[in-house]
């Protein structure tokens, strides 16, 4: 299939009901290395697919503080390779992970902390306001089984003072999205979901409820929990598209809620992760999948 689909032909979603984004956006955390404890990639390399990304029509990115690989630092690109922003370019960053002498982002943030890690976001993004950020929670463990009050009632607060425009939630379970729902509106909420890991249906149902987005991350798989190529090859075949392609649609013939931000490093593969804008799969494509 082409490559020449903009970003667009996705549809879009009203985000916090004032911020219309595209549905098939871009996921920064590849710019600095293709895994957190892979080589640093060239950051001329990266600042080039960022450019190729806007110009595709992506309007959604999403980033964070520790997506960093030596001195490679993916809001430093972004920062390098999109500043002036565009007005209508939406910038989402993560804060509460911390990481450990592995490069992992396996700890989390107090509270307090939570201030200095948005205003670091700010400085390397160069923002006097970020309009979304994520409350990243758990580490890399899975979701649930600690509360959010405290950090979110701290993001809440830098809301309020107008250091941030929009709130979201990570990694969380439907307990702790109700949690934070309670003390600020949340319009987003990343969790792990992808074409053969679809068991958060209680979260994505309360999205779909009340008009929040669901964005997957890894919405490949990432190295952790990769899709099954294999499984996808017939009705990728059937479209003259690539399983990666079919994937990505999946995801966004889902529900209206979901917005995909896949991520790379390599023009080559950004082009390709565009061109899912365009694929359509019918009733037989989704049965199949889903099965």
């Not at 987005?213 to 090859?233: K, M, N, S, T, W």
């Amino acid at each position: 299939m082409t490559t020449q689909i903009t970003a667009a032909a996705s549809g879009q979603f009203l985000l916090g009901g004032d911020r219309p984004v595209n549905r098939l956006g871009f996921g920064a955390m590849r710019l600095p290395a293709g895994t957190f404890s892979g080589p640093a990639r060239d950051p001329q390399t990266g600042i080039a697919v960022l450019r190729q990304v806007v110009e595709a029509g992506v309007d959604h990115i999403d980033t964070a503080g520790f997506y960093e690989r030596g001195d490679v630092r993916a809001n430093e690109l972004i920062h390098k390779a999109l500043a002036p922003y565009a007005p209508e370019l939406l910038i989402a960053t993560k804060v509460g992970p911390l990481r450990g002498p592995d490069g992992m982002p396996t700890g989390q943030a107090r509270p307090e902390q939570l201030r200095e890690l948005v205003t670091e976001d700010l400085r390397a993004l160069g923002l006097d306001r970020l309009e979304l950020v994520y409350l990243r929670v758990g580490g890399m463990s899975e979701p649930g089984g600690e509360s959010v009050a405290d950090r979110f009632a701290a993001l809440a607060e830098l809301r309020e003072e107008g250091l941030i425009r929009h709130l979201g939630v990570s990694n969380v379970d439907v307990a702790q999205l109700d949690e934070a729902r309670g003390i600020a509106p949340v319009v987003a909420v990343q969790n792990q979901y992808h074409v053969h890991r679809h068991d958060d249906p209680a979260v994505l149902a309360r999205c779909e409820e009340h008009d929040i987005a669901y964005v997957p991350f890894f919405p490949l798989g990432g190295g952790f929990d990769p899709i099954e190529h294999d499984r996808l090859a017939q009705v990728a075949g059937r479209h003259g598209a690539t399983t990666a392609q079919v994937a990505l649609a999946w995801l966004l013939a889902s529900s209206p809620n979901m917005l995909a931000i896949p991520g790379t490093g390599s023009p080559a593969h950004l082009a390709e992760n565009l061109a899912a804008a365009g694929l359509r799969l019918d009733a037989a494509d989704l049965a199949e999948l889903t099965a």
